[in-house]
């Protein structure tokens, strides 16, 4: 369970986070890996070479390092969530990139410099499922991409086949599809910011019992749709910051709507799906702010402050208890 947004200043910066929900345990870390990086694929040993560095949260175990979300050094910046049910991995063919699910933001933050660079290059490319030392399965994964213009897609791989799908509200969750979620939008065009003061049935007036009844059906759950929904209409509808400081408050108010506490969504092995943590990029700066489940003092880093290195850095774990 996780929910994105990307989101622009008047400037048009572009900003782009995601709650990081998960009944798992994790321990998520800030990563900066250095442009020209040599690394090699979980699923066919070859090594690459990253053309870019980027900034990223993520979590080392066993050996495996893998990542969540990061940005890198041309703003390109990118998310992995779940998407059970959908995700359908191909197995190792001729004529193709062969790229493990895990490995997939590493490589796309280290080659991709815009959501174009994206699609060109994933017209040769198959992802392939890999256990993780951390669920012990192939998560089925989907993910979502943007860049300093603003553009956003999602990429997702199903019995379809692998799909980069224009994503032109800027919002993402879990299954189904995310077709399907632009679809379902429609069964909300009525919620509105205003509303009616008086209605008649016959001759019996109607009126509201206050303010937010035009918000009457928006759905308040933290199922994937419902969490879809109600970020885009947020999202959609709330004044467009005039600039950074006002637009990564905005980021963080929007996710409080979806931000998970224990104990609310429990999971059929009985542990808690709840949001580990939230954080925002700004595109234009490479600068991460995130926040925890045990802190919600908003942290900064910054990738400039590390684009020298030649070798990659651990910050840290993210999880400060207060």
């Known amino acids: 369970m996780c929910t994105a947004i990307t989101f622009q200043t008047m400037q048009e910066e572009n900003f782009f986070g995601r709650t990081m929900d998960f009944s798992h345990p994790i321990e998520p870390g800030v990563y900066v890996i250095p442009k020209n990086y040599e690394w090699y694929s979980l ?176 759905p308040g759950g933290f199922t994937s749709p419902e969490r879809f929904v109600r970020t885009a209409f947020l999202k959609t509808h709330v004044p467009v910051p005039e600039n950074r400081s006002e637009a990564l408050m905005t980021c963080f108010h929007i996710m409080n709507s979806v931000f998970i506490p224990k104990g609310i969504v429990l999971t059929d092995r009985g542990t808690d799906d709840y949001t580990k943590y939230v954080a925002f990029i700004n595109t234009n700066t490479c600068e991460y702010f995130f926040k925890t489940y045990e802190n919600n003092q908003i942290i900064k880093v910054s990738l400039w402050d590390y684009i020298h290195t030649r070798k990659p850095i651990f910050l840290g774990s993210i999880v400060f208890p207060v």
């Open 43 to 218: 699923a066919t040993r070859k090594k690459y070479i990253d053309n870019y560095s980027f900034i990223s949260i993520g979590q080392e175990t066993d050996g495996m390092l893998g990542f969540f979300d990061g940005v890198n050094e041309r703003g390109f910046a990118a998310a992995v969530l779940y998407f059970a049910g959908y995700a359908y991995y191909d197995l190792p063919t001729s004529g193709k990139e062969q790229i493990a699910s895990l490995d997939f933001l590493h490589y796309i933050l280290g080659r991709c410099g815009s959501v174009d660079d994206l699609r060109d290059l994933l017209k040769n490319i198959r992802i392939m499922g890999i256990e993780d030392p951390v669920t012990k399965t192939a998560a089925p994964l989907h993910w979502i991409a943007t860049d300093r213009s603003g553009k956003s897609v999602v990429i997702e791989q199903t019995k379809r086949g692998l799909e980069v799908i224009d994503n032109p509200i800027g919002v993402m969750a879990n299954s189904p599809d995310f077709n399907w979620h632009m679809t379902n939008l429609r069964n909300y065009m009525n919620v509105s910011t205003s509303q009616q003061n008086e209605v008649y049935w016959e001759n019996v007036s109607l009126t509201p019992f206050g303010q937010g009844a035009g918000t009457l059906g928006l």
